[in-house]
């Protein structure tokens, strides 16, 4: 029989959140520096180079690797035999876990959590509820695995009820181009197979909890057809040519895990969840003897990659910034903004569209004409820092409001990650613009370049509201030029087919 007490739950899910906001897993950071010395790309490997060395200033720093420290996903396995020495219900204890994460002071964490979803969405401030799931298991011991899994990939997750004789591989590769790189890879692909709906999304989700081993799956070979699947879709992803961020490269997917469960015979359900560049989970187990204990990984972990700026960057003054100069961008170039920089989300561009579209007047000192706008909802700063890590969430949810922010309110150029709808790249040449990209899952690296930052509209909005951030030489690449030519459609199409990986195939 084994005594677990709720101090020790609820200490041991708030440092495992803590660790997981900057320590990136070995297995992933070995699987990261692989893709590096894979990747022939250019903007590819530029762009994991970003996430390696934001990577490691997270973990020298305890600082959020991303932006957006995720949703808590929980799994619980709850030995037959375990007593408890707590006043409070198992959810409550892992709430309170992750309320003190989210608010620690030290490294506070981006509450992302909103109540009442299909309607006021109001923020709950401490990043609560999580997702929980628990089982009841023999044994005596509490294993408890959380994860913060990112909102820009998890809304790339996908579901589909095949027929029985249906390709689970083929339908898996017209999925992943949807997906475009809102998701942020290179990450990992969960699938579930069998069950029921929500059963087989379930097991992707917990799919993702496994271990990135390709590299030795590779090197073995598969011994099963869930492994010789699991191979075959991480060659064919791999070879779609996506790679780092969109920017077209060899390498999409590090891995490919695969659960499944014995399902109706007229059914084959199958869902898909990716993982992106800021995978984030931890396995502990409690045995009764106090919190887990959670070992710092050793430094020696991360290859030795270092981003720096490109030889070839151009260096960029955003203050008096022209048409003209803004038409000499080319597809692809890698950019070092400097000046002065507006930022918004999608509630600061909501209140923005609706007061131009009723023809009122912007809030006073809010101007948009011949600016950039930065698409982003930072961490709240700790000590010395001007704003906590600062990184690019998915653009494509601005697309709605693209046309009306370029016609109406003369913004020059806008700032985001991942690609933007056909309609959007039209509007952009069409007013002469262009949109660039930083890196998703680089969030603190890009914070680095941030020299000041104050409110200049809807502080109520908090970490949505309108600031200006002074910055310099803050990296970005040109991922819609002025004449509306997208990387992210002549990226993946140059380097389509042109993965090395291991070919092997499976009737499925
Ligand atoms: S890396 Fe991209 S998808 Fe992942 S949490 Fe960050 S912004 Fe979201």
Redesign the pocket.
């Known amino acids: 029989m084994t005594v677990i007490r709720e101090a020790d739950v609820i200490q041991s899910v708030a440092d495992a959140l803590q660790y997981i906001s900057y320590y990136h897993s070995p297995d992933f950071i070995q699987a990261m520096g692989r893709a590096y010395e894979l990747e022939q790309g250019p903007a590819a490997r530029d762009a994991i180079a970003q996430i390696l060395t934001n990577s490691r200033l997270c973990a020298l720093g305890h600082r959020p690797i991303?932006?957006?420290t995720?949703i808590v996903v929980v799994f619980v396995r709850v030995g037959m035999e375990v007593r408890w020495e707590a006043e409070h219900d198992l959810e409550s204890m892992i709430n309170e876990g992750v309320r003190r994460a989210y608010l620690d002071p030290g490294n506070k964490l981006r509450a992302s959590i909103v109540a009442d979803p299909a309607f006021k969405r109001p923020n709950t401030r401490d990043n609560t509820p999580a997702v929980i799931h628990t089982e009841v298991v023999a044994g005596d011991r509490l294993e408890i695995t959380v994860a913060a899994k990112?909102?820009?990939?998890e809304n790339k997750s996908v579901f589909a009820m095949l027929n029985p004789s249906d390709s689970v591989a083929d339908w898996v590769l017209e999925q992943v181009p949807e997906m475009g790189a809102g998701?942020?890879p290179p990450g990992m692909l969960g699938i579930g197979i069998g069950g029921t709906a929500e059963k087989a999304l379930l097991l992707a989700k917990q799919s993702l909890m496994l271990p990135i081993d390709m590299a030795e799956l590779l090197r073995r070979g598969p011994q099963t057809r869930l492994e010789e699947l699991r191979v075959e879709i991480y060659s064919r992803v791999n070879d779609l040519g996506i790679g780092a961020q969109g920017l077209g490269g060899l390498t999409t997917v590090l891995d490919v895990k695969v659960l499944d469960y014995p399902t109706h015979a007229a059914s084959l359900p199958v869902a898909v969840i990716p993982n992106?560049?800021?995978t984030r989970h931890l396995h502990f187990t409690l045995d009764g003897s106090g919190p887990a204990l959670l070992e710092p990984p050793s430094l020696d972990l991360w290859p030795k990659v270092e981003w720096t700026a490109a030889a070839d960057a151009r260096r960029v003054r955003l203050d008096g910034l022209t048409p003209a100069e803004v038409a000499t961008w080319k597809p692809g170039e890698r950019l070092l903004l400097s000046g002065k920089l507006l930022t918004g989300r999608d509630a600061a561009h909501k209140r923005i569209c609706a007061l131009l579209d009723a023809g009122e007047p912007l809030p006073a000192g809010l101007d948009f004409h011949g600016r950039v706008i930065y698409y982003v909802g930072p961490v709240d700063p700790v000590g010395q820092e001007v704003v906590g890590p600062a990184?690019p969430?998915?653009a494509h949810r601005m697309d709605r409001v693209t046309d009306t922010m370029l016609g109406k309110a003369g913004l020059r150029a806008k700032g985001g990650?991942a690609e933007r709808g056909p309609q959007t790249v039209e509007s952009i040449r069409r007013h002469h613009s262009a949109y660039l990209i930083a890196v998703?899952?680089a969030?603190l690296l890009v914070s680095n370049a941030i020299r000041s930052s104050r409110v200049v509209a809807f502080p109520e909005l908090g970490m949505e509201a309108v600031y200006e951030f002074e910055v310099h030489d803050m990296p970005v690449t040109v991922a819609v030029s002025a004449d509306g030519e997208s990387v992210h459609e002549t990226g993946p199409a140059a380097w389509r087919g042109r993965f090395h990986g291991v070919p092997v195939t499976v009737e499925t």
């Open positions: 991303c932006q957006d995720g990112g909102g820009g990939s998701w942020c992106c560049a800021a990184g969430p998915p990650t998703g899952g969030a």
